[in-house]
């Protein structure tokens, strides 16, 4: 067993603190990774508040992992001692269902093991995150990175970059189509610079006349102002796609005729309710609206491959791991441009 320090909650009302837990022996199949960075994700904090009622304390959140292999069971292969390596937001899954068997580990009908907050056999009973020195995943959860790319820089490619480019891979995302982009935090400053890196028409919609200049600066060929009628008007019927990235609940109907004849809108930023549904856009518009769940283990690794080639990469603010509360407290505010990463370089030593 590796002890091995953390930032941990004890609790929904309490902080992150200094703590340590204790990983797993390394199987003939795993990886231990120290880690260098990690990305901070909006999910890390519903977590650590118990927001949807499920967390398991003590809490360690983290699932944007970039490291570098330490040492690696003897079954490993492909792996070298001090590779950069990266995490992402499951660490198992049970690799027998049809999900599993066909690459979408994401959808497992069986074990599904997220990088934290999930129960397991290893020491404490439920997984712990990134927030650590170390970690250890089995070899089949673990992503090379191309030598071009930044570490921090790469880091919330492994949830907010999987999450917006499996929708965009899904649903063939190419040139002569024209794609809307809901919200320009995280996840949306991402689905931009996909989009258009596939030769997509960008255009982003958000409330805010604030973030006009940011979504023109980021690549999209557009902006409009979803507060305004008269931009909403011009936009009807205008979508191939719509991939809608805002973290919160809202009403879904105000984007479905946005949408041509047979085009999707695909809902990604909010978990939970979103009203009541109004079938008169999809029926009279062939319509469609669907959901997707970050990217399994082959099409995470197709997307870092994609970002290596294209020299994709979020826009970061770097802190230390002791500054992770008051991050939280920003993230809350949408205090950031566009994603946090934790430098762990120094953490522990």
């Excluded at 999209?220 to 805002?246: G, R």
Aim: charge should be neutral; include cysteine.
């Amino acid at each position: 067993m590796l002890k091995t320090p953390c930032y941990a909650t004890q609790s929904q009302t309490k902080q992150l603190e200094a703590y340590s837990i204790t990983r797993r022996n390394i199987g003939h199949k795993d990886i231990l990774i120290e880690i260098q960075f990690c990305g901070v994700c909006h999910t890390d904090l519903h977590y650590a508040k118990n927001d949807w009622g499920i967390t398991k304390y003590p809490f360690v959140g983290g699932h944007e992992v970039i490291g570098l292999v330490k040492k690696f069971g003897t079954s490993v292969s492909g792996f070298d001692v001090d590779q950069r390596v990266a995490v992402g937001c499951f660490v198992n899954s049970c690799r027998t269902c049809s999900s599993c068997l066909n690459d979408l580990e994401q959808y497992c009908r069986g074990q599904l093991t997220k990088t934290y907050n999930d129960p397991t056999s290893d020491p404490g009973g439920h997984t712990f995150g990134g927030y650590s020195k170390y970690i250890v995943v089995d070899e089949h959860f673990v992503f090379t990175l191309p030598d071009n790319m930044n570490s921090a820089k790469s880091a919330p490619l492994l949830c907010a970059g999987i999450t917006v480019f499996s929708p965009l891979n899904h649903w063939k995302v190419s040139r002569g189509m024209t794609v809307g982009i809901i919200g320009l935090g995280g996840l949306g400053h991402m689905a931009v610079k996909f989009s258009k890196a596939l030769q997509a028409k960008t255009i982003v919609l958000t409330t805010s006349e604030g973030k006009v200049n940011d979504a023109l600066m980021l690549g999209a060929d557009e902006v409009i102002v979803s507060s305004k009628q008269s931009e909403m008007e011009y936009a009807q019927n205008k979508f191939d796609f719509i991939l809608n990235t805002i973290p919160v609940a809202h009403n879904v109907n105000n984007y479905m005729e946005l949408l041509k004849v047979d085009g999707t809108m695909c809902v990604v930023g909010s978990i939970g309710p979103t009203g009541e549904l109004n079938s008169r856009p999809l029926i009279f518009g062939r319509r469609n609206i669907s959901g997707s769940l970050v990217g399994g283990v082959n099409e995470t690794q197709k997307m870092l491959d994609f970002c290596g080639l294209k020299n994709i990469q979020a826009d970061v603010e770097i802190i230390q791991l002791e500054q992770i509360n008051e991050a939280y407290i920003r993230m809350k505010k949408n205090d950031v441009k566009y994603r946090f990463v934790v430098d762990m370089r120094s953490f522990g030593n």
